[in-house]
């Protein structure tokens, strides 16, 4: 693990989606600041924490709607948040969607698109850096879900 500078792969990987998304396909943005946003870590796992978890949004979002991915700085770790506004999370899977092979495949998609390993694998990479990853649902002011958000803390550099 060395020192690696997120800010930039968090602005390629919104950019990148900006240039080849379809025009149905939900938007994504990104909130973070330009710098402080350094973890100790190892660069292409944190690329591949983020691709998943930002596929995932992007796959489980109605068409038109936003995927948001927020980071900042927090004492002693930077903490990454990205939400969706799609179906959210079956009560009692908020851990169990991080098993290996477990899969809630978004309405209409074609088999084998999702292969339950995504979340694993970002579980996988985000505590073997000692961070945390974890999962809850969105929800309006009257309760109703309007979407999954995940929280990534990773130790600051």
């Known amino acids: 693990a060395q020192p690696v500078d997120v800010a930039p792969i968090l602005g390629a990987l919104g950019e990148l989606h900006a240039a080849t998304r379809d025009e149905a396909d939900p938007v994504v943005e990104i909130e973070a600041p330009t710098e402080g946003l350094i973890v100790r870590g190892v660069e292409g796992r944190i690329v591949q924490v983020f691709r998943n978890l930002l596929g995932n949004a992007i796959s489980f979002s109605p068409e038109g709607g936003h995927v948001t991915l927020r980071a900042r700085p927090t004492g002693q770790m930077v903490e990454f948040v990205v939400e969706d506004e799609g179906p959210g999370i079956p009560d009692g899977k908020l851990e169990s969607i991080f098993d290996r092979f477990y899969s809630e495949r978004p309405r209409g998609e074609r088999f084998g698109q999702h292969s339950g390993l995504g979340l694993s694998i970002s579980r996988q ?26 929280i990534i803390r990773l130790p600051a550099a």
């Open 125 to 150: 990479i985000v505590e073997g850096l000692r961070g945390r990853i974890s999962a809850e649902n969105r929800r309006d002011a009257e309760g109703r879900i309007i979407g999954a958000r995940f």
